[in-house]
């Protein structure tokens, strides 16, 4: 049967929120701030087990997130040595029999930021996202949903890095991955552009065949 590669990014050093925040719903072992990682969505979702064990068998990275669905199945894998998780990456494609080229391209479905929210709502969020932190009345939010889902973890961190802001809640599993963040106008902006300059390079060195 043949298998998709939805999802394929390389994160260099988990930042720590992001890293924080996956540790909450990881089954495996806890990534940590400055752990090198790897997102991995192929369809259909039974497949992500061979990749998982291959994965593991061949290197020294840990196994944080397994996500089998029927349509897609995701995995996370991570370890300090940045090295290493890039040879697990290499394994996996060529288990695959194809290359990072082959891999979806991210498509924004939804990108906004909500300004000076009010209590009540920012009260209804807060009720409803439960592992990151709450937002604020007053602040802004900056709200990101892309295709395929994975690819939202990849815009999380790099908007860590490149806003001070705070991660408010981030889903990468499913049809479509959905980030929320909160923070000042500026800083919510300062995230917004970091993501979106993000997203525009990834696709760009998918084309050029570089990760």
């Not at 400055?34 to 497949?47: I, K, S």
């Not at 929210?117 to 807060?126: E, F, R, S, W």
């Not at 500026?186 to 525009?200: F, G």
Request: hydrophobic share 45%.
């Amino acid at each position: 049967m043949k298998v998709h590669l939805r999802t394929f990014v390389f994160i260099d050093s988990l930042q720590p929120q992001l890293a924080s925040y996956l540790a909450t719903s990881s089954q495996g072992f806890l990534p940590v701030p400055g752990d090198a990682c790897l997102w991995v969505e192929v369809a259909p979702g039974m497949a992500v087990h061979r990749l998982s064990d291959i994965a593991l068998k061949e290197t020294n990275v840990h196994l944080g997130e397994q996500v089998v669905e029927r349509s897609f199945g995701s995995m996370e894998i991570h370890y300090r040595n940045q090295s290493e998780v890039m040879e697990a990456g290499d394994i996996i494609l060529r288990q695959l029999n194809t290359t990072v080229e082959s891999r979806h391209s991210c498509k924004v479905a939804w990108n906004e930021i909500i300004r000076g929210m009010t209590p009540d709502h920012t009260t209804l969020i807060n009720r409803q996202m439960r592992k990151g932190s709450m937002i604020l009345p007053g602040k802004s939010m900056f709200i990101l949903e892309v295709e395929p889902a994975g690819y939202i973890v990849y815009a999380a961190n790099e908007a860590e890095k490149g806003a001070h802001i705070t991660l408010v809640d981030v889903k990468a599993f499913g049809n479509f991955g959905r980030l929320t963040m909160m923070g000042t106008e500026a800083e919510a902006e300062a995230a917004q552009a970091a993501a979106m300059k993000a997203i525009e390079q990834l696709n760009l060195r998918a084309k050029s065949g570089h990760d």
